[in-house]
């Protein structure tokens, strides 16, 4: 009988995917995953090493799921944080039993097959645990060609590599079947899909809208300056994808994006963004930015700011810059203070806050089709086609019965907004 095991993930949808990904090998090799890392043999934490707020929250994670071994229990930690530095762990926390770097799953699963780990009970019935969210994460390619000078991912996760359109439609039918009700496209660079292949992000969406089933198709980390006509009557043509787009520009202004070596200027984001939304009424649009690159003065923030203010984005996220060791912006000068750098990212917020509280009072009265996420004693938490689940805000239900359950899409009336947040009322 194999041991259970369990998997802690951190970071972005992407590692989510890999741990997904890994969980349906192990499910198929005669292995369990449970809950909670108390009740497991194999304590795996698939652990994020993007910037040192994610290393630290991994490192602690580690220690904490280190404290929990007793005599057969077994860790494993596998991911970005061990491909970038496994010999410090191996040093630094000797309660780990063996460390993966990324892409390393069938060696994952080899290790787990030969090892003797603590006595695991007699898993239940069915292998997969019930779908407890509507939505999964596709991951549709790996690694990235960009390289803006900021980023550790290609010297963590190589270049750019598509994954299989088959094997995607695949893993798409396997969570349709299992009731989820949105897939969400992530990758470093999703807009490149195809790009080694011969095939492209169209081909790949038009497989997707053309499976069975109600079902939402939403798109995540596309880069500004490949976002086509084409690509837009693409979304335009299918119902099943949403008019959602996440473009993380991480800037405004010229000087700034060369520095960090990224392509597009204010101007032609400025003409992107208009663009899509004539092509894509009601569509919304979310970005990402990074607050306090080095080289960024008192001018070229507030010229961000209006920026901010001028294109009035529906979503926006934001990043402290993060000073990467191996990262050509590690040796650039200019470097702005970490004070300097929050106090720019609590500027952007609150800017954004004002905004997305605009935006939202715009929704009050309306109907849409939304999906429960949620749902705590008598309050559901839904999301509507302009929410991507743990970074957008969400719509607070109140007052539902006791008995409730969601299965499927339910309609919404938006009765109030707030920031980020919106309530509403199901309508039967």
């Not at 194999?42 to 904490?64: H, K, P, V, W, Y």
């Not at 897939?183 to 899909?193: E, R, T």
């Not at 060369?258 to 979310?286: D, K, N, Q, W």
């Not at 990074?290 to 008192?298: D, Q, T, V």
Request: hydrophobic letters at 40%; glycine letters at 8%.
């Amino acid at each position: 009988m194999r041991p259970t095991l369990s998997i802690l993930t951190l970071g972005c949808p992407k590692n989510q995917a890999d741990s997904q990904r890994l969980e349906r090998i192990f499910a198929a090799d005669g292995f369990y995953c449970t809950e909670t890392p108390e009740d497991s043999g194999i304590i795996l934490i698939n652990t994020c090493g993007f910037i040192e707020d994610a290393r630290r929250e991994s490192i602690n994670e580690i220690l904490n799921l280190a404290a929990l071994k007793t005599d057969g229990k077994k860790l494993l930690v596998f991911g970005c944080l061990a491909q970038r530095y496994k010999e410090e762990l191996t040093k630094e926390i000797p309660e780990i039993d063996a460390i993966f770097g990324v892409g390393q799953e069938s060696a994952i699963v080899e290790y787990c097959k030969n090892t003797e780990a603590e006595a695991a009970a007699p898993p239940p019935a069915e292998i997969f645990r019930p779908v407890s969210v509507p939505y999964a994460y596709l991951k549709i390619a790996d690694g990235c060609n960009r390289g803006c000078r900021f980023c550790a991912i290609p010297s963590i996760r190589g270049r750019f590599k598509s994954t299989a359109i088959g094997g995607i439609i695949e893993d798409a039918k396997t969570h349709l079947n299992e009731g989820r009700k949105e897939l969400i496209l992530v990758a470093q660079d999703s807009a490149s899909f195809g790009m080694d292949t011969g095939e492209s992000l169209i081909t790949l969406i038009d497989a997707l809208a053309s499976l069975d089933g109600e079902f939402w198709i939403r798109l995540m980390y596309l880069y500004p300056t490949s976002i086509s006509d084409a690509l837009l009557d693409c979304i335009k043509g299918h119902d099943k994808v949403i008019k959602y787009l996440d473009i993380p520009i991480q800037h405004s202004e010229d000087g700034i994006l060369r520095a960090m070596g990224r392509a597009g200027t204010r101007s032609s984001y400025i003409e992107l963004f208009e663009r899509i939304r004539s092509h894509l009424p009601g569509v919304c649009l979310r970005t990402t930015l990074l607050a306090g690159y080095p080289g960024e003065n008192a001018r070229d923030f507030k010229s961000l700011l209006n920026f901010i203010e001028e294109v009035k984005f529906d979503r926006l996220g934001v990043f402290a810059y993060s000073d990467e060791e191996g990262t050509a912006a590690f040796g650039m000068q200019g470097k702005v203070t970490r004070k300097t750098i929050q106090k720019r990212v609590e500027q952007i917020m609150f800017t954004q806050a004002d905004i997305s509280y605009e935006r939202n009072r715009t929704l009050i009265g309306k109907q849409f089709k939304g999906l429960i996420d949620d749902v705590q004693d008598t309050t559901a938490l839904a999301r509507l086609y302009c929410h991507a689940p743990e970074v957008d805000g969400c719509v607070i239900i109140e007052n539902v019965p006791d008995d409730f359950t969601a299965d499927g899409f339910i309609n919404i009336r938006i009765t109030d907004a707030e920031e980020y947040d919106l309530r509403g009322e199901i309508i039967q």
